[in-house]
């Protein structure tokens, strides 16, 4: 089961890159839509508990992650200005998000449909709580990250790009998770389980932090080409 979590990263990694240097082409647009993308999916998708290894995760746990991916990618190639405009524009869909399911949620159902509207509901009554704790928790990390990132980057004066993608990733995640699992389940789950999932999210994230290094590489080196030949 690991290896199969392991290869969608790599899937999910190998998208992101692919998208970042089209991005780079034709337009920063792309990418953006693309991390809004996650964002708004991750909103949702965190109602689900899924196992990595011994641990329990929300099945938003890959695509959350690699939300920072994202961000390094703009932070290093388009700016730290940019890096936080689109941090801004996945803010602002969280909120149209939770305005969404709420509109949805209390709309009333089709006499028709009475059994699978109700299903439907009983999966969004969780998701206002979820949205609401992703937005504190995306605000905190993601500002934090992107902070650190440019930190680092004139701390080392534009070399060791490892480290201010893993330095400023790893503790922007550990904070993003804490932030998130506590206010999302407590009172839903038992403690032992909240901090089970805590240190789950938080290996899932280190491991996609380090794993991304070698991509955000491949992507500035072709970008780098990209930019000599136009």
Not at 30 to 41: D, F, K, N, P, R
Not at 97 to 112: A, G
Not at 204 to 226: E, G, H, N, Q, W
Request: a positive charge; proline letters at 3%; one cysteine or more.
């Amino acid at each position: 089961m690991l290896l199969n979590v392991y290869f969608y990263i790599f899937i999910m990694l190998s998208f992101l890159s692919c998208t970042a240097i089209y991005a780079r082409k034709h337009g920063l647009e792309y990418l953006s839509a693309t991390y809004v993308c996650l964002v708004v999916a991750a909103g949702f998708l965190a109602n689900k508990i899924v196992s990595f290894g011994p641990y329990q995760v929300p099945s938003a746990s890959i695509i959350a992650s690699c939300t920072f991916f994202i961000t390094d990618i703009i932070s290093e190639l388009w700016g730290k200005e940019q890096s936080l405009k689109t941090a801004r524009c996945g803010m602002l869909a969280l909120i149209l998000l939770i305005i969404s399911q709420s509109i949805s949620q209390h709309w009333p159902c089709n006499p028709y449909h009475q059994v699978a509207c109700e299903k439907f509901n009983d999966v969004l009554n969780q998701t206002p709580r979820i949205i609401a704790a992703s937005i504190i928790a995306f605000v905190i990390s993601q500002t934090l990250d992107i902070h650190l990132f440019h930190a680092i980057r004139r701390s080392t004066k534009g070399r060791a790009l490892w480290m201010r993608n893993n330095f400023s990733t790893i503790p922007a995640q550990t904070i993003d998770t804490i932030i998130f699992v506590t206010i999302s389940f407590y009172g839903i789950f038992e403690t032992d389980m909240i901090l089970d999932m805590i240190v789950g999210f938080i290996a899932i994230k280190f491991s996609i932090a380090l794993l991304d290094t070698p991509f955000i590489y491949l992507v500035r080196i072709i970008c780098k080409k990209i930019n000599q030949s136009t």
